[in-house]
DNA sequence: CCTTTCATTGAATATATATTCATTATATAG
DNA sequence: CTATATAATGAATATATATTCAATGAAAGG
């Protein structure tokens, strides 16, 4: 294996463990000899790969808000089969993906986390989930599928779980995943 | 006002500026020093109401588990009606509460972090409301009025929602409150 | 092989933050 | 009113943790 490689792959390990301890326990409680443990390496040598924690905090956002759970795709689609697709989509990623599941909640604990720096908080300020779905949730209703209620209301609890959920599989793997369509129940109007 | 009196008043201003603390950065990341300004008080005076930064926390603790949020009554009710007065009872106290909507989701990030000292995991060890659930989801899917499904699959869902919307609406108080009924629906068996 | 580069270490330093304490201000109780 | 208790302050101290750095080891490339 080349240095280049090698080198690379030592960055990865300390992402992913930065990742998980980032997720567990917070930015400010997770010490920096904590991923230097998880990762089998000395603090000092974590310092060649980021200059300071704040930069491997920084890096990981960076990675989560390019990644594809928080790309909400321009649609023509009917909105309630786009909040099906979204549903299966990220339920299916986050079940079998832990990656994919941790970085989910760790991209939304970034988001709620106040106290961040100015970098992070800018690189967050794109992801609004909650407030993007609007429209849809309005279409939606309009042609009878969403049930009726305040758009942002509904968005808050269609999120709220989905959010939850992803928390909950990313911190206990084990735990059984719920089924989309349990999800998407929120937002469904009843027949007739 | 007497002096016993001042001091129950100051020790109140104390908990409440650090419950909003701690549930919007964590316990790590809040300084004694940002709860003190908070309150408008000094850092040394502080240490006059409570020995430590982690002991102001876990009395925060433990006030939040012997709240009512944390109470599963036992019941005979059937079990979707016993869901939907939990999904009322919650979300109205959420809603008209600014205390306890900040409590709930307080406790519920508190169960989630790990690296809390052993006192305050003692406190938390006794609430586990997903698994408390299971027999009553399960008795509520034997009478048909709940889906089918993994009976922790669902207990998960339903709480993800509810203390999500939770967390959501004690850090913006301004936001619209989802109904009751909705979440319930990630519940409740369709008809036929 | 051997050399040279770079990965790696851990102790030393810098910095941030919790906690203490000597002192001052205030207001209660008598 | 005054004496006294206690509320209050903020600078000093202790401690924890991020960051640096001089020294060492290993292995890639010649």
């Known amino acids: 294996m080349s240095r280049a490689e090698q080198k ?4 990865a390990q300390i992402l992913d463990a930065g990742l998980g301890l ?9 010490k920096v000899q904590d991923i230097a443990d998880a990762v089998g390496m000395s603090v000092g040598l974590l310092f060649n790969y980021f200059e300071s924690k704040e930069k491997l905090y920084e890096e990981l956002v960076r990675i989560g808000v390019s990644g594809p759970q928080s790309v909400m795709p321009a649609t023509d689609a009917e909105p309630l089969e786009y909040f099906e697709a979204v549903a299966e989509g990220l339920l299916h990623a986050i079940r079998s993906q832990p990656f994919t599941a941790k970085m989910f909640a760790f991209v939304n604990q970034a988001v709620r986390n106040e106290g961040a ?3 992070v908080r800018g690189l967050l300020s794109q992801i609004d989930t909650i407030t993007q779905c609007i429209p849809l949730i309005k279409a939606g209703q309009a042609n009878k599928t969403i049930r009726a209620g305040n758009p942002y209301a509904l968005s808050i609890a269609f999120w709220s779980a989905i959010v939850g959920i992803a928390e909950m599989i990313a911190l206990e793997p084990a735990a059984p995943c719920p089924e989309a369509e349990w999800v998407v ?8």
């Open 117 to 119: 720096s100015e970098t």
């Open 185 to 192: 129940d929120i937002l469904r109007a009843k027949p007739q």
């Open 8 to 11: 690379e792959k030592r960055r």
């Open 22 to 30: 980032f997720l567990r326990k917070g930015f400010a409680a997770t």
